[in-house]
């Protein structure tokens, strides 16, 4: 039972890790805290809902779609919200400020257009089968979410660290300046990193809303405070610490819901936010840091 | 006649505007201290369930529950202060975000003493709005003093620059402290009125939604002046009132004013307004800066 518990945390925190890695990416690269990115995470769940019901796309086909429309989403935001933002030099607090903001028009659109029910994908959706083995049992649903989970780090590690275009993102955000006389496009680099960041949303999106069958427009909220968790955890901007740090996550919150409260488990995840910052405010993976900033 | 109804059906709302500015006065001494925090909400909470338990089930009457609001309120701020007084960026702004997780969810699961979801109900009314005019006009004075006091200029250093105010001797940590605990105080003194004024109060009324409102009244107003805070609220408040469509999309204009004053008005509506009647003035008599600048 325990170690059933202890897989389905893995499943869980492999999904958060997915959602934080977006904002760890973009405030990485470019120091800006998102708040509206648990917005393009339940956009990329409704998408994925309205292409499946609406449109009888089958489920991979609307989870792509989910990817590439949070994606845009998020594309948006950076040219409407933190490029003027950007312009005027703005400092932390306006950034923060500025995506609150737009994190609230996004989720009142959705609270319009969902009039807000809350939605569950069609019964067949997804063909769940269960695999069984020395007494614990995984979904079908689950081992595609662990693989879908792991060839996207993978993606990302390889585009940041093996092609041009990961070169030009490191470049900008080691020096902004320097890379421009290089013939760098910042703004060019930003929309990437919106864009990369977007498409992570979506997909958690999608499969969040898959796994738990509901979507609505609160759901990026409460699964964004988590995310700030897990990116303190594993060290702000390093990738492979969020991996580990949304895993733990995961795991912690599985088992707290299952032993202790489900009511607590929002209290007990962020006591820890306060100890790992009263203790190690850089993080407890900050020892594995992916090195992609000057140091 | 029609005079005294008119007067009455609009007292619900100007107790709010009241009750809504102190929450507001808490978010501001904070952003003018310099720090990043996004707790009012969490000192809100604190200070009306200690009002409203205090008045149920001591006998000891409102001025002790207010008294042991603003206790507890400031004992939060300083307690909150401890991991928080070493970090600066965007850091205080996660951990205040999840101390107010921490603060609602411990409201709905400690249901012997806080009613659960359900909340308190039949706290009785002793907050008129000569009491309210009353606190608000304290807390106005006792901000406006201490503006002009030693503690004022540390915080409009620490504001401007961290590290200059560090290098001048200002003992930034020292003046941390004093900013959450003021802010706790304020915001808990709202929050026992709140109680005091409203018959009955839930968890989540002091969720996300009141932090955000907070911010965005201060920055609306103006992150410098005390007037700011009161002027942001009761636009925020009154402007959903005058007309319906806005009522409706009450949240979407929210948001969108967010991002609009921080990037073209990032001083905020009194504050602008302020700079540019110094402007004037100084062009009409220029005499007046320069025989300053010679004494």
Redesign the interface.
């Known amino acids: 039972m325990f170690t059933q518990q202890i897989i389905n945390g893995i499943v869980t925190g492999a999904v958060y890790a997915l959602l934080a890695l977006g904002l760890t990416l973009v405030f990485g690269m470019h120091r800006i805290l998102n708040f509206a990115h648990g917005a393009v995470f339940m956009w990329g769940g409704l998408i994925g809902y309205y292409l499946v019901t609406a449109a009888n796309f089958p489920f991979w086909a609307a989870f792509v779609c989910a990817m590439v429309g949070a994606g845009l989403i998020s594309i948006c935001l950076d040219l409407l919200v933190f490029r003027p933002l950007r312009r005027r030099k703005g400092d932390e607090l306006s950034t923060i400020v500025a995506s609150i903001g737009a994190n609230l028009v996004l989720i009142t659109i959705a609270q319009q257009v969902t009039n807000a029910q809350s939605l569950r994908f069609p019964f067949d959706t997804f063909p769940l089968e269960f695999y069984r083995a020395y007494g614990l049992q995984i979904s079908s649903l689950q081992v595609v979410i662990i693989v879908t989970v792991v060839l996207m780090v993978g993606g990302l590690l390889v585009y940041l660290f093996k092609t041009p275009l990961g070169a030009q993102v490191r470049a900008v955000s080691i020096d902004e300046p320097a890379s421009t006389l290089l013939g760098v496009n910042p703004a060019r680099v930003y929309l990437q990193t919106f864009f990369l960041s977007g498409m992570l949303a979506g997909a958690a999106g999608a499969i969040i809303g898959l796994t738990f069958n509901s979507i609505s427009y609160t759901m990026g909220e409460s699964l964004m405070l988590q995310a700030f968790v897990v990116i303190i955890l594993g060290g702000l901007g390093s990738i492979v610490g969020t991996v580990a740090a949304g895993v733990l996550i995961g795991m912690i919150q599985t088992l707290v819901t299952a032993y202790i409260s489900s009511e607590l488990s929002d209290a007990i995840l962020f006591g820890i936010l306060f100890i790992v910052l009263l203790v190690r405010p850089n993080g407890i993976f900050a020892g594995f840091h992916v090195e992609h900033r000057a140091a | 006649m029609t005079m005294l109804a008119f007067v009455s059906s609009y007292t619900p709302l100007f107790d709010l505007v009241l009750i809504y500015s102190l929450i507001a006065l808490s978010q501001y001494v904070s952003?003018r201290g310099g720090v990043?925090s996004l707790a009012p909400a969490g000192f809100t909470l604190i200070g009306a369930y200690t009002g409203a338990i205090m008045i149920k089930s001591t006998g000891l009457g409102a001025m002790a529950g207010i008294c042991a609001s603003i206790a507890m309120g400031a004992c939060a701020g300083l307690l909150l202060a401890?991991?928080?007084a070493?970090?600066r960026?965007?850091?205080p702004?996660?951990?205040t975000?999840?101390?107010v997780?921490?603060v609602?969810?411990?409201a709905?699961?400690a249901e012997p003493l806080t009613g659960g979801a359900v909340g308190l109900t039949a706290i009785p009314k002793v907050a008129t709005t000569p009491c309210l005019v009353a606190a608000l006009a304290a807390v106005v004075g006792l901000l406006s003093v201490i503006n002009r006091s030693n503690v004022g200029s540390a915080f409009d250093a620490i504001r401007q620059d961290v590290t200059v105010a560090e290098s001048l001797g200002i003992r930034v940590a020292h003046y941390y402290r004093v900013n959450f605990a003021l802010s706790g105080a304020i915001g808990a003194v709202a929050g026992c009125l709140l109680a005091y004024n409203t018959y009955a109060i839930t968890p989540e009324e002091f969720g996300?939604g009141m932090l955000?409102f907070a911010?965005?009244a201060v920055?609306l107003g103006g992150r410098s002046s005390i007037a700011g805070a009161i002027i942001g609220t009761a636009i925020l408040l009154v402007l959903p009132e005058l007309a319906r469509p806005l009522h409706d999309?009450r949240?979407?204009m929210?948001?969108?004013?967010?991002?609009v004053i921080?990037?073209?008005l990032?001083q905020g509506i009194v504050d602008t307004a302020r700079e540019l009647l110094r402007q004037r003035r100084s062009v009409r008599h220029p005499v007046v800066p320069a025989r300053k600048v010679a004494a």
């Open positions: 952003f990043l401890l991991p928080l070493r970090l960026g965007v850091f702004a996660i951990a975000i999840g101390f997780q921490i609602v969810s411990l709905l699961y996300f955000v911010a965005t920055i999309q949240l979407l929210q948001g969108a004013l967010l991002i921080i990037t073209y990032p």
